[in-house]
């Protein structure tokens, strides 16, 4: 049951989140407020927080190499290394992140563990959550850089390479007249159909429903609201106006970009023929800008200061010692036993040496010694002398007994 209550919270957050614009700009006519103050305050809350974490991260120590391993070790030469799942220099660093930011590449060999046929253990490869995990990523990476033409003036010419490939159908969004504008764009919905997949692959799994938190649920919920509205905004208007002649939806591509272009020339203004639900939307991407720095979502930047992936492993050529490890007096087990030699024997527990043993190799330490010894060896003279009495007591009475 609470993994349905982290749903359900996390469901209703994003819910307030989007009554608010629509109130706000629809009602009370805010939209200044929701058009140039909280778009500044969400991207200075990211900056800031971002910058904060990235400090935060690297001032924690990490004296040794903890890099995770999964291959053969840097060793002898007739022994071959795996140079990328363990490297030993900055190169196999270097392509080791490489693949793991670009391509998931401990993601593909993700495995799932799973009871087959009664008690057998079986190992499942997780390549749809790998597929789903690309198509998210990739997919929002170039959602990003097609709305760079919203910001810049003129827009380079890559955007529209981008927009070519994306679009590469060259279809409408429905097979009927008056569609074909605007074009269909995948990246998209293959964006909200990743987002599905691993909403459901948490509401499934009863591993991952285990574990899950709202603070799991709550930005795909987020992310969701963000691609519906920007799909509104793009086809769904057509329709309204197509069938219903509604008016509802509609947003002016040019008084957006205008809106855009202030913001980041720090002119801002708001023009007209700009419907609530663009800002709805500019309100739900503000959150997540605010939000991300506190979030899971900063693995983004934690996995390059992650200590598991960017060192190499080179424990058996270079030895790393700890920077901040200080003299400390130490007590040896020697000292130790010397010091507790006769109760330890007395109440019967094991010692490396006898009495006898250590009394008579403290003997001849003092003899190899010059006269100003410290006081805790001269103490151990006298018992010296006492322990090796009874053997010269020993030896004369041997010596009476021959002469009777």
């Known amino acids: 049951m609470n993994f349905i209550i982290g749903i359900l919270f996390s469901l209703i957050a994003v819910t307030i989140l989007v009554l608010i614009p629509w109130v706000g700009v629809g009602a009370l006519d805010l939209r200044v407020l929701f058009g ?150 995948l990246s998209g919905f293959v964006l909200l159909a990743a987002l599905a997949f691993l909403f459901l692959r948490r ?33 769904v208007d057509a329709f309204m106006q197509y069938l219903f002649k509604w008016d509802v939806l509609s947003v002016e591509v040019v008084q957006a970009k205008a809106l855009a272009m202030g913001l980041v020339s720090f002119h801002p203004t708001i023009p007209e023929g700009i419907g609530t639900i663009f800002y709805i939307h500019l309100f739900l991407v503000s959150i997540l800008a605010a939000y991300f720095p506190f979030s899971k979502l900063m693995h983004m930047v934690g996995i390059f200061l992650s200590p598991t992936r960017n060192l190499s492993n080179n424990s058996r050529i270079v030895r790393h010692i700890n920077p901040w490890d200080y003299p400390v007096k130490v007590h040896t087990y020697e000292e130790y036993e010397d010091e ?48 090796a009495s009874p053997s010269e007591g020993g030896a004369d009475s041997t010596e009476k007994k021959e002469k009777e």
């Open 36 to 185: 140039i103050i909280i778009p500044y305050a969400a991207l200075l809350t990211f900056f800031l927080g971002i910058i904060t974490r990235v400090i935060g991260w690297s001032r924690s120590p990490v004296p040794f190499r903890i890099p995770t391993t999964g291959g053969q070790q840097k060793s002898l030469p007739w022994i071959r290394q795996n140079k990328l799942d363990n490297p030993s220099g900055p190169l196999g660093v270097i392509g080791r992140m490489a693949l793991e930011v670009l391509l998931f590449r401990s993601l593909f060999r993700h495995t799932r563990m799973e009871f087959r046929e009664g008690p057998k253990i079986g190992y499942e490869w997780e390549k749809w959550l790998w597929i789903a995990a690309l198509a998210f990523h990739y997919g929002f990476l170039v959602v990003i850089l097609r709305h760079l033409r919203f910001f810049t003036e003129p827009i380079p010419a890559f955007v529209h390479w981008i927009e070519s490939l994306d679009g590469f159908l060259e279809m409408g969004i429905a097979p009927l007249a008056g569609f074909a504008v605007p074009g269909l764009l």
């Open 203 to 235: 509401l499934l799994s009863p591993q991952i429903i285990y574990i899950s938190l709202p603070a799991d649920y709550f930005p795909l919920f987020l992310i969701m609201g963000i691609v519906t509205t920007g799909i509104l905004m793009r086809y």
């Open 340 to 387: 507790f030699r006769e109760k330890m024997v007395e109440v019967g527990s094991p010692v490396e040496k006898m009495p006898e043993t250590a009394a008579g190799e403290a003997q001849d330490t003092a003899a190899e010694k010059p006269q100003d010894t410290p006081a805790e060896e001269k103490r151990d003279v006298p018992a010296t002398k006492a322990q």
